[in-house]
């Protein structure tokens, strides 16, 4: 468990970076993709053991120590991500493409309900998430195109980033 969390990690955090770095160069209406994200659903969906929440938290750490969110507000919603999709962990079996897809847009819309709950919490602090404008439908077009090449290249990496079940 330990490996996966420590790699996944890894691989969040650099995909953090690459989010405020290189990929704004390819960003529509500022908006870039959350690969982060798309990350955390794949090590969260393959395991089902508290990796998926420990990498969330470290990636959302990451996200807070490079946004002006208030610190722990990102942590704690990818937190809530990676124990959610390690729930449906082995009960919903899709194809190699559908099932990534579907996957990173409902973790887009999760992340965007719960950082809009953390601002009617929070207004003056937290900036939700406009349902009706186009930067949150972007980005989860964003997400929703890039997971199956995501989840193509984790793949290989799934020694690592997956937790051997053990049977009982």
Request: hydrophobic fraction near 55%.
């Amino acid at each position: 468990m330990l490996r996966s969390v420590v790699v996944s990690s890894l691989v969040s955090v650099l995909c953090v970076y690459a989010q405020g770095t290189w990929l704004r160069s390819i960003e529509v209406l500022s908006v870039v993709p959350d690969l982060a994200l798309v990350v955390l659903v794949y090590v969260s969906f393959r395991n089902t053991g508290p990796e998926g929440q420990l990498t969330g938290f470290v990636s959302g750490l990451a996200q807070d120590a490079l946004s002006a969110a208030p610190l722990g507000l990102n942590a704690l919603v990818r937190t809530l991500v990676g124990f959610t999709y390690a729930l449906a962990s082995g009960k919903i079996f899709a194809d190699r493409v559908l099932l990534p897809v579907v996957l990173a847009a409902s973790a887009t819309l999760f992340k965007a309900l719960a950082i809009s709950a953390a601002a009617l919490l929070f207004p003056d602090h937290v900036a939700a998430y406009d349902f009706l404008g186009s930067a949150l439908w972007i980005e989860v077009a964003y997400n929703a195109v890039a997971a199956p090449f995501l989840f193509l290249g984790l793949g290989v990496l799934g020694p690592l980033l997956v937790t051997p079940r053990r049977g009982y």
